[in-house]
């Protein structure tokens, strides 16, 4: 069926919602009343329509304002996309991967007709049709990994993988929880994973990598991650703390239900065929606190999660400011009622 895709913003006077279909749809992160970190890993497989497994790379009703989004961003900050030179098989692999993932599961929407190394791409939704050569940097606008990932929901990175490691070589990253490519480009998995708490302790980032390293063609795998943002913006870059940083302030037991959001991270992982290298999918979900309270095991299930996160996860997600006035105004739908995990 074809997607309504909506018109709104993630800026300024910050008119993204979630329509009721798309609630329900919603990756709500939690099998449990706590939280702590772990190596979630699971096979990255299809799942039931109306889930956000429908499709492999999952393209919603935010779409469309997504990519204006993403484009704003990087005329503001072109440095969000980068991609150093040996890069460009993976760059290609990437552009085959997200056409034919978006093209198989939303064929009203796109098409990708191959002839030979003659292709051409039609995604309805933006108007675009372009036709060119697979593998010619020049019969694109953009080098083409910078030209799909603006036409695909999500932050992206590319990893090389070399000497044991995985390094980040390429992204597309306007959509992130506080952290930078321009910063991290060219880090391995264990530099650019050194500011997170606790995880390094517990063996989180050892095990991780080693199962990375071994990932295979055709069986991505996937995990979440998740935060919390005041107001539904996209771009909470370090760039752009000054715009966003202060927001964390503005919470009042009157306006959680509209300003606070979770912030989830459906995160995918590809093994790429003709460079080895593993793309690394960040495809980010915002839902504020009175649409996740429709749901009242959710409901139920969020502030004891809240109410039970070690400190060093609270500072670490930036959680510090809000958090108490969100559990206060969650807990009036708590119920009390006991949930058992995996419900
Ligand atoms: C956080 C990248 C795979 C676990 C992060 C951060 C980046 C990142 C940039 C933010 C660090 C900062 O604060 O500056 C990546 C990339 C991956 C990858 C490119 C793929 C190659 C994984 C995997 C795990 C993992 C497989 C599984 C255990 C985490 C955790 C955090 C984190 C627990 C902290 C998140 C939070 O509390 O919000 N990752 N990561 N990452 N990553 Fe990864």
């Known amino acids: 069926m074809a997607i309504a895709f909506k018109q709104e913003t993630f800026r300024d006077d910050f008119s993204y919602r979630n329509s009721p279909e798309n609630i329900r749809r919603f990756p709500f992160p939690f099998d449990r009343d706590e939280y702590m970190y772990s190596v979630n890993m699971e096979p990255h497989v299809k799942g039931q ?52 993932e978006q093209a198989a599961g939303y064929p009203e929407h796109f098409s990708l007709i ?13 108007g675009i049709d372009d036709s060119f050569t697979f593998g010619d940097r020049s019969t694109l606008p953009y080098e083409p990994f910078e030209y799909i990932t603006r036409q695909a929901q999500g932050d992206f990175c590319i990893v090389d993988q070399r000497d044991g490691n995985l390094w980040m070589d390429a992204g597309m990253v306007t959509t992130q929880a506080d952290w930078s490519l321009d910063f ?44 919390m943002t005041i107001n539904p913006r996209l771009d909470t870059s370090p760039e752009n703390y000054p715009k966003w940083g202060p927001d964390r302030t503005t919470v009042t037991p009157d306006n959680v ?53 070690p400190p060093e996860l609270i500072d670490y997600k930036g959680l510090t400011r809000f958090r108490e006035t969100t559990i206060d105004w969650l807990s009036k739908y708590d119920d009390g009622a006991s949930t058992s995990p995996g419900f």
């Open 114 to 126: 191959k002839n030979g190394d003659q292709w051409r791409w039609i995604n309805r939704p933006l």
């Open 49 to 100: 329509k109306g889930t956000v497994y429908e499709s492999l790379i999952d393209v919603d009703e935010h779409y469309v304002a997504e990519m204006r989004d993403r484009a704003l961003v990087l005329k503001e900050d072109p440095l969000r996309y980068q991609a150093l030179p040996h890069m460009m098989t993976a760059q290609w692999d990437t552009l085959e991967l997200l056409m034919e």
């Open 184 to 227: 991290d480009i060219g880090m391995n998995f264990m530099e650019w994973h050194g500011p997170v708490p606790l995880a390094h302790q517990i063996g989180v980032f050892d095990r991780a990598l080693k199962f990375l390293l071994n990932l295979q063609q055709g069986k991505p795998t996937r995990r979440f991650n998740w935060t």
């Open 257 to 309: 239900g509209e300003k606070v959001h979770l912030r989830v991270e459906l995160q995918s992982l590809w093994r790429l065929p003709r460079s080895n290298a593993i793309l690394f999918v960040i495809r980010c979900y915002l839902m504020n606190m009175s649409e996740l309270i429709t749901v009242p095991k959710w409901a139920r299930r969020f502030p004891r999660v809240l109410r039970t996160l």
